[in-house]
């Protein structure tokens, strides 16, 4: 089997067998901890940019089905693993992981010691590095990982969303989604839920969304810093009180710094399925599913909008809620996919908060 390897910008060499796609890509280094969900994962749009390296020892026992994709194609640069199933066994399956990823184009590593690489990565924090197949000059590869760009500063959500205006039909309320870099069971949650959804592209200005007249506005996941797309936080700046507004993780995020608030990196994110939050406001807490490694700063936080949520392992923020206009935001992803589904009542409580505004506008 052909040698591949992932070379980190602190020098370190992690040799495996390469799998999937061949070639040699850079990306952002982090982990994931959830045991199951890789296919959606693959998929999911925020990872772009990224390698990904996944703590569970075992990926692909089931293989790839039809119904699970979250997104058009994968956009994650990379995909570490401890081992793969070469034969996978469920109903559904119609590929391996290996094919998978070769027919995608994402370049894989088998073989590696995830423990050990995800405990420099906890250590140490994130890291850009290289992930490449074949023989290569590690020397060389050091030196681009060193030099290459790091996840702040590039245009990730103009190369994962639509590039085009779509709807899906229903006859409750309308709602716009921004997609920025949305995983499909956004739109899908909604529309189980009778709601018609139009889904827009990341740079919809806010006229262009208010002239749907729509009875709600749903900002999406998406890859990369806030920071880096001022038109969707000037976009949502001039949303905010118009129409009920949820925003899920960058959308989360985007919502904080409309308001002023200001957004920092985690120094190596939350991705998993298994993350513990409070809802300060109950006092219960919820499993959650989550993929970010910004944050809005709790401290920066302005007037009349308060921290709903917080992360029960490191204390972020994980929720914001308005006392004077129609909005709230989560940093996790209650559509799940992968994940628990313990907070999928939080789009219950948009279609609320659009009954509850119907006609007032």
């Not at 993350?275 to 959650?288: F, N, S």
Request: negative net charge; proline residues 6%; charged residues 20%.
């Amino acid at each position: 089997m052909e040698k591949g390897y992932l070379i980190l910008e602190d020098g370190s060499v992690w040799e495996g067998q390469a799998f999937g796609a061949r070639g040699q890509r850079p990306g952002e280094v982090v982990f994931n901890t959830g045991m199951t969900g890789y296919q959606e994962l693959l998929t999911d749009p925020s990872y772009c940019g990224q390698i990904v390296v996944m703590t569970y020892p075992l990926i692909g026992n089931y293989g790839i089905n039809e119904e699970d994709f979250e997104s058009r194609q994968p956009f994650l640069r990379g995909f570490i693993v401890r081992e793969w199933a070469e034969i996978p066994s469920n109903w559904r399956s119609r590929d391996t992981i290996n094919g998978y990823l070769k027919q995608a184009g994402v370049i894989g590593l088998a073989g590696v010691d995830t423990r050990a690489l995800t405990r420099r990565l906890r250590s140490h924090g994130t890291m850009r590095g290289i992930i490449a197949t074949g023989d290569v000059d590690r020397v060389a590869l050091v030196q681009q990982a060193q030099q290459a760009p790091h996840i702040s500063g590039q245009p990730l959500v103009d190369e994962v969303t639509v590039k085009e205006r779509s709807v899906m039909e229903n006859d409750g309320f309308h709602v716009a989604l921004l997609d920025y870099g949305a995983k499909d069971n956004i739109a899908r949650s909604l529309h189980l839920r009778g709601c018609k959804v139009t889904i827009l592209p990341a740079r919809t200005t806010a006229a262009e969304v208010l002239a749907l007249n729509p009875d709600g506005i749903m900002l999406s996941n998406g890859p990369g810093d806030p920071r880096d797309v001022p038109y969707a936080v000037e976009a949502v700046k001039a949303l905010l009180g118009k129409k009920p507004v949820f925003g899920i993780c960058l959308g989360h995020q985007i919502i904080g710094l409309a308001v002023g608030a200001k957004a920092y990196k985690l120094p190596f994110g939350h991705r998993g399925s298994n993350h513990p939050v409070k809802d300060l406001a109950t006092g219960r807490v919820y499993i959650t599913s989550q993929n970010h490694g910004f944050v809005i700063d709790g401290d920066s936080v302005p007037a009349g909008v308060i921290v709903s949520h917080i992360n029960m392992n490191d204390g972020s923020v994980e929720g914001l809620a308005f006392t004077d206009m129609p909005a709230f935001s989560v940093q996790y992803h209650p559509e799940a996919c992968p994940g628990p589904d313990d907070s999928g009542y939080l789009f219950d409580r948009f279609i609320d908060l659009m009954k509850q505004t119907e006609g007032r506008a």
